[in-house]
Structures are given as C-alpha cells and as structure tokens.
C-alpha cells in the first residue's frame, strides 16, 4: 500500500441525492480519483428506505465493485422526536441543521440502528466495516458500542479511529470540508480549506482526508477549489484509497 494516502468522501448518499452524487463521483474520477468512500444513509429523514430503490442500489454495487466503499451513514440523518441539552444546541442548531443524530443517543436505540443498517447492507452484498455519524458528531460510548456491533473502524472530523482488539488506535487528520448554508460559511471554508491545504502538504501529511456533500458542487467556487485540492494533493504523490484499507483484517 502507498504511504501517502488520499481518502475522499461523499457524504449523504442516498437517492434523492443521486444525481449530484454520480456528476461529484465522474468528475472525481476525471480528476484521477480512482476509489471513494460512500456514506450512505439507510433512511434518511425518516423517508423511505434505500431498499426501496432497486435502481439505486444496483448503482451502489456497481460502484463498490469497481472500488468505492459503502459506509453506513447514521441511520436517519436527524434528531426527530429528540429533545437538545443546552449544551448539545450549538452542534444541533448551528453547526447542523438538527441532524447530529448519534449525539446523545441512547444506548439501546443506538445498538438497534446499527444493528439494522449493518443487516441492511449486508442484504444487499455490501461492506460494513466503517460507521460514520452524521456530522461526525457522537459521544465518547460510541467508541465502544461500534466493535461490539461488529464495524472495524469510524472517523471523527479530525481522526481516523480504528477498532484493533484489544484496543482502539486513532490516526489524527483534519478532514477538508466545506459549509455552504450561507455565503459566510461559503468564504470561510474557502479561507480555512486553503490553510489546511497548505499545512498538510508542507508537512507532508501521510493522511489526506476530503470530505464532500452534494451542494458543495452548487456553488462554483466551492467546486473549483476542490478540484485544486484534488489535484494538488494527487501531484504531490498522494494516492486515493478508502477508509477501509487502514483495517487489518
């Protein structure tokens, strides 16, 4: 395996996102990006499940037959019925639009929906090593229910966390993404992708991690610089792979 690795990401697969996520998909491929990691939402907002698309999982397959990885995405992508703790409103009603869905989730609500995304994809014939939660938002007993669900690893925006028994190991790398709710967000992660950018590649990160979600290819100068970032990142010897090439067995 190549020391240098790139993982790149599509966030918040599902079918009425897939037609901005099959253009994001060929111009990544156009861009030399062999192989992404899919995070798919089994039931996104409560609406109907992804095994309700045929067509749509049939694409998923294909996709994953020529490279890419299927990861189970939370299981709604939202917080329906739940009630914020003070201190959760930032990250709920600022930093996400109500869909921190593993943040302050309960135990037993949490193992049922890991439980049945994990047999969702598996009935479809697709991986379920990776777990990432919306957001990358969870709290600290998430680290431990994961394993005993069976996924091999999960990320955080600012690590890779891996699940090697008998203990868990994380790899840290600031993920590049974008926020584009608002024209200040816009410029903002314009500014801070650009520093990030730089760092890694002065200090010549060996993780590379870009993560993607389907309106960040509405706004052109969103798109445009990651299009640089790619490319950058691919001329300076980083090679594309997927998250679950870091898993040991």
């Given at each position: 395996?190549?020391?240098?690795?790139?993982?790149v990401?599509?966030?918040?697969?599902?079918?009425?996102?897939?037609?901005?996520?099959?253009?994001?998909?060929?111009?990544?491929?156009?861009?030399?990006?062999?192989?992404?990691?899919?995070?798919?939402?089994?039931?996104?907002?409560?609406?109907?499940?992804?095994?309700?698309?045929?067509?749509?999982?049939?694409?998923?397959?294909?996709?994953?037959?020529?490279?890419?990885?299927?990861?189970?995405?939370?299981?709604?992508?939202?917080?329906?019925?739940?009630?914020?703790?003070?201190?959760?409103?930032?990250?709920?009603?600022?930093?996400?639009?109500?869909?921190?869905?593993?943040?302050?989730?309960?135990?037993?609500v949490?193992?049922?929906?890991?439980?049945?995304?994990?047999?969702m994809?598996?009935?479809?014939?697709?991986?379920?090593?990776?777990?990432?939660?919306?957001?990358?938002?969870?709290?600290?007993p998430?680290?431990?229910?994961?394993?005993?669900?069976?996924?091999?690893?999960t990320?955080?925006?600012?690590?890779?966390?891996?699940?090697?028994?008998?203990?868990?190991?994380?790899?840290?790398?600031?993920?590049?993404?974008?926020?584009?709710r608002?024209?200040?967000r816009?410029?903002?992660?314009?500014?801070?992708?650009?520093?990030?950018?730089?760092?890694?590649?002065?200090?010549?990160?060996r993780?590379?991690?870009?993560?993607l979600?389907?309106?960040?290819?509405d706004?052109?100068?969103?798109?445009?610089?990651v299009?640089?970032?790619?490319?950058?990142?691919?001329?300076?010897?980083?090679?594309?792979?997927?998250?679950?090439?870091?898993?040991?067995?």
């Open positions: 395996m190549a020391e240098n690795l790139l993982f990401t599509l966030h918040d697969v599902y079918p009425m996102n897939r037609k901005k996520i099959e253009k994001q998909r060929e111009a990544l491929a156009a861009w030399g990006i062999e192989k992404v990691g899919l995070l798919i939402v089994p039931f996104y907002h409560h609406k109907k499940s992804i095994v309700e698309d045929p067509s749509f999982c049939s694409w998923i397959s294909t996709c994953a037959s020529l490279g890419d990885e299927t990861i189970v995405h939370g299981f709604y992508h939202d917080r329906m019925g739940r009630t914020d703790k003070f201190s959760e409103l930032f990250w709920t009603r600022i930093y996400t639009q109500q869909e921190a869905e593993f943040l302050g989730i309960e135990k037993k949490a193992f049922r929906r890991l439980e049945e995304a994990k047999k994809f598996m009935s479809l014939g697709w991986s379920t090593r990776g777990f990432i939660a919306p957001g990358w938002l969870f709290d600290s998430l680290l431990k229910w994961l394993p005993e669900v069976g996924y091999a690893y990320v955080a925006i600012d690590r890779i966390i891996l699940f090697e028994n008998p203990s868990t190991s994380s790899i840290f790398s600031f993920s590049h993404c974008w926020s584009n608002s024209a200040w816009r410029a903002t992660s314009i500014v801070w992708n650009s520093w990030l950018k730089q760092r890694n590649i002065l200090s010549k990160k993780y590379v991690r870009v993560g979600h389907p309106e960040d290819s706004y052109p100068a969103i798109w445009k610089q299009e640089k970032i790619i490319k950058d990142f691919l001329e300076v010897g980083m090679h594309p792979e997927t998250y679950g090439s870091l898993v040991k067995s």
